[in-house]
């Protein structure tokens, strides 16, 4: 079972320039839709002034993932795609890379979008640091009080993350711990209910 995923971890920026057309390219570290939608509305206001704010994003891993490309108004598939295409051939998920275009006066054909927008990207990623992060699936496990101290135990031992915790009469314990450990972690905790 793969349970790692390539993704950046800070912001990189990217330019390319052909016939007086300006390409700035941007990539960023996103984890839902909608910060992704925040920060494409940040450049489109900030960049107020440009023909173009074009993007692509990948979000998520296996089942789960959510992926969109926009040309903003430039011929279909100039430049969403081409930007896509970066973030599939690098193998990175939870990014969002956008470019803006400022237009030169000089049309470039599809060709040129294709190659403009893809360099661009390119470049932005160029510039991030990639790191891989490990796909973590959350356990949750009720027990008695009398049984806190086996269950630490496991938590311990199998290095799982406290995601919540409630401990009163009946407690409860919500975990976070790589996908192909968590049948192991349910199994251990459950075989303290017949200790």
């Given at each position: 079972m793969n349970d790692e995923y390539k993704t950046i971890e800070n912001t990189g920026e990217g330019y390319?320039?052909?016939?007086?057309?300006k390409f700035l390219a941007f990539a960023h570290h996103v984890e839902s839709v909608d910060e992704a939608k925040q920060i494409i509305d940040s450049y489109r206001k900030k960049y107020y002034d440009a023909r173009h704010c074009c993007y692509a994003y990948q979000i998520g891993v296996g089942d789960e993932v959510q992926v969109r490309a926009n040309d903003d108004g430039e011929p279909s598939s100039t430049a969403g795609k081409p930007i896509m295409g970066q973030i599939v051939s690098n193998d990175l998920t939870d990014i969002l890379i956008c470019v803006v275009r400022y237009y030169g006066g000089v049309n470039l054909g599809t060709g040129g979008l294709i190659v403009?927008?893809?360099?661009?990207?390119?470049?932005?990623?160029?510039?991030?640091?990639?790191?891989?992060?490990?796909?973590?699936?959350?356990?949750?496990?009720?027990?008695?009080?009398?049984?806190?101290?086996?269950?630490?135990?496991?938590?311990?031992?199998?290095?799982?993350?406290?995601?919540?915790?409630?401990?009163?009469?009946?407690?409860?314990?919500?975990?976070?711990?790589r996908k192909s450990e968590a049948e192991l972690l349910k199994q251990r905790l459950e075989h303290l209910n017949f200790e």
């Open positions: 390319y320039t052909e016939k007086r057309s403009a927008y893809r360099t661009a990207a390119a470049d932005a990623i160029a510039h991030c640091s990639a790191v891989t992060r490990l796909v973590k699936e959350k356990v949750e496990f009720h027990f008695t009080y009398p049984m806190m101290n086996g269950v630490m135990k496991v938590v311990k031992d199998m290095k799982a993350d406290i995601v919540a915790q409630d401990f009163n009469i009946d407690c409860s314990i919500v975990l976070a711990i």
